[in-house]
């Protein structure tokens, strides 16, 4: 069984940064999608970045050029970096694993397995 665990969130002010952090067990991590999600109180869960197997990326335009998604493979670990930080990105954030490597999918119900999340809160 796939298991993901986010860590790295916590309280900053606008402005700031901060790097998240997804740790995946098993052997099959460099194979796959990972993507980023992130939902705040009353809203539905959105799509933040991705990145395939072959480390190419893509971005929902509300934090294009202040987030980077990046992987690490010999740590299977996935990495959110986030800079610019502003209040409208407070949420949970949750890290994603797809099994298809290839594709970049935007949409929750395409990944497979989920990690628990992990709180950001941007003060103004």
């Known amino acids: 069984q796939v298991q993901l665990v986010e860590s790295g969130g916590g309280l900053v002010q606008a402005g700031g940064s901060l790097r998240l952090s997804c740790a995946v067990s098993?052997?099959?991590?460099?194979?796959?999608?990972m993507g980023w999600f992130r939902q705040a109180p009353g809203k539905e869960r959105e799509f933040v970045a991705a990145?395939?197997?072959?480390?190419?990326?893509t971005y929902d335009d509300s934090v294009k050029g202040r987030f980077t998604i990046s992987r690490d493979n010999a740590k299977n670990t996935v990495y959110l970096q986030m800079n610019s930080l502003k209040p409208e990105d407070t949420a949970v954030y949750y890290c994603?694993?797809?099994?298809?490597?290839?594709?970049?999918?935007?949409?929750?119900?395409?990944?497979?397995?989920w990690g628990p999340g992990t709180q950001v809160t941007v003060s103004s």
């Open positions: 994603a694993a797809d099994r298809s490597g290839t594709f970049l999918r935007a949409t929750a119900v395409e990944y497979d397995y």
């Open positions: 990145i395939n197997w072959i480390s190419t990326t």
């Open positions: 098993g052997r099959t991590f460099s194979r796959y999608t």
